[in-house]
């Protein structure tokens, strides 16, 4: 009460027109606020769907387009007459020399009955007793062809099969391509966003990254590890302390599992919430300045009237007769100001 008696009637005034503008103009400051960060994380999650469409169209045709180039190599006389030798050599090197061809990085030829007829450099051990095989053969018995995606050691494959036929031949011709640093890049420039290809290791929920991971550093490496730990496999979205995350499963419910990660920085994304937030607060800070200007004329105009009011009745208090202060307002005021001249 001391200080609000001090401050006096105009300074009252002010506080008050300018402490309700301040409340209305940062309650709007921060719902648009709240506004802009969830249209931010809305678009990112937005840019993640995209990304993953972008992910699986790129993956289709790269898978389309080698086949087109195996499909080349089995109409090949040479390479069929070299099979149909049955030449272990020979056959090694026209599957090497077509491997190369086709930029795969390995390939092996089995006959109809799933053993090895030749094979180059570069085949993981453990394919040849790989579940996957036999599984590959009776799917491309079906459909003409198979295509699925495998993890051998610390790299992710995509492995293709397709058949061999000549009179007299029938065999099975897989080919394996690496999942690599290319193919991340190619994803990441038409996606805008980071691209990890990573795989289940023996170790139960855990993974390891198959790709460079560029500019994300180990401790960012692990906190997308400990944060997709604590989700449930049917989560695609995630979203941690530095990242937007989408998952998506490149095996289904293969073992081991791969997986194509698609990442935005989350302090890059957020940065324009950043910028706009600063824009706002400086909006806001303008009109509370503006407020207390209008607030000053305000309570000047209104208030002069009081103050000639209250001297005029001082004046009278004293034994002296002064003329009636001129008011040019109607209500209250020229009611006491008229009840003032009759005292």
Same mark, same amino acid.
């Given at each position: 009460?001391?200080?609000?008696?001090?401050?006096?009637?105009?300074?009252?005034?002010?506080?008050?027109?300018?402490?309700?503008?301040?409340?209305?103009?940062?309650?709007?400051?921060?719902?648009?606020?709240?506004?802009?960060?969830?249209?931010?994380?809305?678009?990112?999650?937005?840019?993640?769907?995209?990304?993953?469409?972008?992910?699986?169209?790129v993956l289709e045709r790269r898978?389309?387009?080698?086949?087109?180039?195996?499909?080349?190599?089995?109409?090949?006389?040479?390479?069929?007459?070299?099979?149909?030798?049955?030449?272990?050599?020979?056959?090694?090197?026209?599957?090497?020399?077509?491997?190369?061809?086709?930029?795969?990085?390995?390939?092996?030829?089995?006959?109809?009955?799933?053993?090895?007829?030749?094979?180059?450099?570069?085949?993981?051990?453990?394919?040849?007793?790989?579940?996957?095989?036999?599984?590959?053969?009776?799917?491309?018995?079906?459909?003409?062809?198979?295509?699925?995606?495998?993890?051998?050691?610390?790299?992710?494959?995509?492995?293709?099969?397709?058949?061999?036929?000549?009179?007299?031949?029938?065999?099975?011709?897989? =080919?394996?391509?690496? *999942?690599?640093?290319?193919?991340?890049? @190619? &994803?990441? !420039?038409?996606? $805008?966003?980071? +691209? #990890?290809?990573?795989?289940?290791?023996?170790?139960?929920?855990?993974?390891?990254?198959?790709?460079?991971?560029?500019?994300?550093?180990?401790?960012?490496?692990?906190?997308?590890?400990?944060?997709?730990?604590?989700?449930?496999?049917?989560?695609?979205?995630?979203?941690?302390?530095h990242y937007f995350t989408r998952?998506?499963?490149?095996?289904?419910?293969?073992?081991?599992?791969?997986?194509?990660?698609?990442?935005?920085?989350?302090?890059?994304?957020?940065?324009?919430?950043?910028?706009?937030?600063?824009?706002?607060?400086?909006?806001?800070? =303008?009109?509370?300045? *503006?407020?207390?200007?209008?607030?000053? @004329? &305000?309570? !000047?105009?209104? $208030?002069?009237? +009081? #103050?000639?009011?209250?001297?005029?009745?001082?004046?009278?208090?004293?034994?002296?007769?002064?003329?009636?202060?001129?008011?040019?307002?109607?209500?209250?005021?020229?009611?006491?100001?008229?009840?003032?001249?009759?005292?």
């Open positions: 009460m001391a200080v609000a008696s001090r401050i006096g009637f105009r300074g009252r005034l002010v506080t008050v027109m300018v402490t309700m503008v301040a409340i209305v103009s940062l309650s709007i400051g921060a719902l648009l606020m709240l506004y802009l960060f969830e249209d931010e994380k809305a678009r990112a999650l937005e840019q993640l769907s995209l990304g993953e469409q972008v992910a699986e169209e898978t389309s387009l080698i086949l087109s180039r195996l499909d080349v190599v089995i109409r090949d006389f040479g390479f069929r007459s070299a099979v149909a030798s049955g030449d272990r050599a020979t056959t090694d090197s026209a599957l090497t020399n077509q491997a190369r061809r086709v930029n795969a990085d390995f390939a092996v030829l089995l006959g109809s009955d799933g053993h090895i007829l030749a094979d180059t450099d570069g085949l993981p051990d453990a394919f040849a007793n790989s579940p996957l095989v036999t599984e590959m053969l009776s799917r491309a018995r079906q459909t003409g062809f198979a295509s699925q995606m495998s993890v051998f050691g610390a790299d992710g494959f995509e492995l293709l099969t397709i058949p061999v036929e000549a009179p007299g031949l029938r065999a099975w011709l897989i =080919a394996g391509f690496n *999942l690599n640093n290319d193919l991340t890049d @190619i &994803i990441g !420039r038409l996606s $805008g966003t980071e +691209v #990890l290809f990573r795989a289940s290791s023996g170790e139960e929920g855990s993974y390891q990254i198959l790709t460079d991971p560029g500019s994300i550093n180990a401790s960012r490496l692990d906190e997308l590890n400990n944060a997709m730990a604590r989700t449930s496999g049917e989560d695609q979205f995630l979203e941690s302390t998952i998506i499963s490149l095996t289904g419910d293969e073992t081991p599992a791969l997986q194509l990660l698609l990442l935005i920085n989350r302090e890059a994304r957020l940065s324009n919430y950043y910028e706009r937030a600063v824009e706002i607060l400086t909006l806001v800070s =303008a009109v509370l300045v *503006l407020a207390a200007l209008i607030a000053l @004329i &305000i309570a !000047r105009n209104m $208030g002069q009237p +009081v #103050l000639q009011l209250a001297d005029y009745a001082k004046a009278i208090g004293d034994g002296h007769t002064p003329a009636p202060p001129r008011i040019r307002a109607g209500g209250e005021l020229a009611e006491l100001r008229r009840r003032s001249a009759t005292c």
